[in-house]
């Protein structure tokens, strides 16, 4: 199992102020599958994955990513593990503007301290494989959203993650954009390997045809997942 979330509790603000938006949650994520987590906006959706991410912390229940507590870890260890497990892909890419798109995918391996030169090299090699072999040397702003969208994906692969997380990644492509970076990241991301996993939060119907199984949220809650996930 990738992800084992128990009884995750998360506010934000105090006294009257207060919103609960995590109320006692349980999600889990089998290796080797794309899970959909579906709700209406401001069920907890993003929140929950921030937690899983190591973004956030819960105020209440436990996470395990790959069989590591992650309330265990100090501070720089769970920024450690996140660089050595985790890949992020943004609704918004977050790509930096003034960096190339070479040096946009590079990003991971140089936070991990590899030298420019390899960096540069296996994030050009993860443009490639995403069909972005002849714009590594654009920037962000020369590029169309569906290319932009493809080099948020390599910067989220170049490391080879074991778990790909996903906010809404295809909510600013067109229904062929969306469904072409759909199957590049379902090719990229699990490419055969039953020991990783992808997480992709979206409202987009169009794309639900890729998830392995679907977790429906709502009220801060999870209320149903097709199919059940299997135990390790």
Same mark, same amino acid.
């Given at each position: ?68 507590? @992650?309330?265990? %870890?100090?501070? =720089? ?6 660089? $050595?497990? !985790?890949?992020?892909?943004? *609704? /918004?890419f977050n790509l930096l503007p003034a960096l190339s798109a070479v040096e946009n995918a590079a990003v991971p391996l ?16 993860? @443009?490639?494989? %995403?069909?972005? =072999? ?6 962000? $702003?020369? !590029?169309?959203?569906?290319? *932009? /969208? ?33 199957? @590049? ?8 390997d039953t020991q990783r996993a992808v997480v992709v939060v979206t409202h987009d119907n169009r794309i639900f045809d890729f998830a392995d199984r679907m977790v429906e949220m709502s009220d801060g809650r999870v209320v ?9």
């Open positions: 199992m990738a992800v084992r979330c128990a009884g995750i509790e998360k506010g934000f603000g105090r006294g009257p102020a207060r919103v609960q938006v995590l109320r006692g949650t349980d999600f889990s994520v089998p290796t080797g599958q794309m899970t959909f987590l579906v709700g209406p906006s401001g069920c907890g959706k993003t929140t929950l994955i921030s937690v899983v991410g190591g973004i956030l912390s819960p105020d209440a229940g436990a996470v395990e990513v790959f069989g590591q507590d @992650l309330a265990a %870890l100090s501070r =720089g260890r769970l920024a450690d593990f996140r660089l $050595q497990n !985790l890949g992020f892909i943004f *609704q /918004q140089i936070a991990r301290g590899e030298s420019a030169a390899r960096a540069h090299a296996a994030a050009a090699e993860a @443009l490639g494989e %995403l069909g972005l =072999g002849d714009h590594g040397h654009k920037m962000p $702003q020369q !590029l169309s959203g569906g290319q *932009q /969208q493809r080099v948020a994906i390599a910067r989220a692969l170049v490391h080879q993650p074991r778990l790909v997380i996903c906010d809404e990644p295809t909510a600013s492509l067109d229904a062929e954009s969306g469904q072409n970076v759909m199957a @590049l990241l379902r090719d990229v991301a699990l490419a055969g149903g997942a097709s199919p059940a996930a299997a135990e390790p």
